[in-house]
């Protein structure tokens, strides 16, 4: 063997030596570009999932608050039967910016989270707020009307449902809407904290 095959033996070694330097370099970027990718989706995600669960905890909590069976009337209200009625229904429409923001992110939940069980928890938040106006819509027509008797079993068992709609006292016996505004936000807890720890999201199984 000669020096020149020598040194092109060396050369060659040095070139694969290269070339394995420069995949390896490849790889390991398109590694590390990878799980920037994943810790910014992660981090898109978190900051998702704490948005939509606060704004669930404050509308829950504000339905609540709306819901309460205690009243207080003014002195020159108190011949008025539909006050009561129609207090709460402006104090729903004074709510309205929370169940904005709650819509605004349901919509951004949808696109990052991508589960189903998140936007009918939710859905069930706004259900509740739509029962109750429409409770309060119903019983104020009827004060107002100067309705004191029903006309029939039915006509009764229709509005002690709106007024139980409208009454939140949060017992699975006499109040069925509360108790699903309940699980819905035990749902999102469940759901939405892995992803606010970074842990990744978590599917309720499928029953």
Same mark, same amino acid.
């Given at each position: 063997?000669?020096?020149?095959?020598?040194?092109?033996? %060396?050369?060659s @070694?040095?070139? &694969?030596?290269?070339?394995?330097?420069?995949?390896?370099?490849?790889?390991?970027? +398109?590694r590390?570009?990878?799980? +920037?990718?994943?810790?910014?989706?992660l981090?898109?995600?978190a900051?998702? /999932?704490?948005?939509?669960?606060?704004?669930?905890?404050?509308? #829950?909590?504000?339905?609540?608050?709306?819901? #309460?069976?205690?009243?207080? %009337?003014?002195?020159?209200?108190?011949?008025?039967?539909?006050?009561?009625?129609?207090?709460?229904y402006?104090?729903?429409?004074?709510?309205?910016?929370?169940?904005?923001? &709650?819509?605004?992110?349901?919509?951004?939940?949808?696109?990052?989270?991508? %589960?189903?069980?998140?936007?009918?928890?939710?859905d069930?938040l706004?259900?509740?707020?739509?029962r109750?106006? @429409?409770? &309060?819509d119903?019983?104020?027509?009827?004060?107002?009307?100067g309705?004191s008797?029903y006309?029939?079993?039915?006509?009764?068992?229709?509005?002690?449902?709106?007024?139980?709609?409208?009454?939140? @006292?949060?017992?699975e016996?006499y109040?069925? &809407?509360?108790?699903?505004?309940?699980? /819905? %936000?035990?749902?999102?807890?469940?759901?939405?904290?892995?992803? @606010?720890?970074?842990?990744?999201?978590?599917?309720i199984?499928?029953?």
């Amino acid at each position: 063997m000669t020096s020149a095959d020598i040194f092109e033996g %060396i050369a060659s @070694i040095s070139q &694969l030596s290269m070339a394995i330097a420069v995949a390896f370099g490849v790889y390991v970027a +398109w590694r590390q570009l990878h799980s +920037w990718r994943d810790e910014l989706l992660l981090r898109k995600q978190a900051d998702v /999932a704490e948005e939509l669960l606060a704004s669930a905890l404050t509308v #829950s909590d504000e339905l609540k608050s709306l819901r #309460s069976p205690f009243d207080s %009337i003014p002195k020159d209200e108190v011949g008025n039967k539909g006050f009561l009625y129609r207090q709460r229904y402006e104090r729903f429409i004074d709510k309205a910016e929370i169940f904005v923001r &709650l819509r605004s992110a349901q919509v951004r939940a949808e696109a990052l989270l991508d %589960i189903k069980e998140i936007s009918q928890a939710v859905d069930t938040l706004f259900k509740v707020r739509q029962r109750c106006l @429409i409770a &309060l819509d119903m019983l104020f027509d009827r004060a107002e009307r100067g309705e004191s008797s029903y006309e029939d079993d039915d006509d009764r068992k229709l509005y002690m449902k709106l007024r139980n709609d409208m009454y939140g @006292i949060y017992t699975e016996k006499y109040d069925p &809407l509360g108790m699903e505004q309940l699980e /819905a %936000i035990s749902q999102l807890r469940q759901l939405l904290k892995p992803a @606010i720890q970074y842990q990744g999201l978590k599917k309720i199984a499928e029953k």
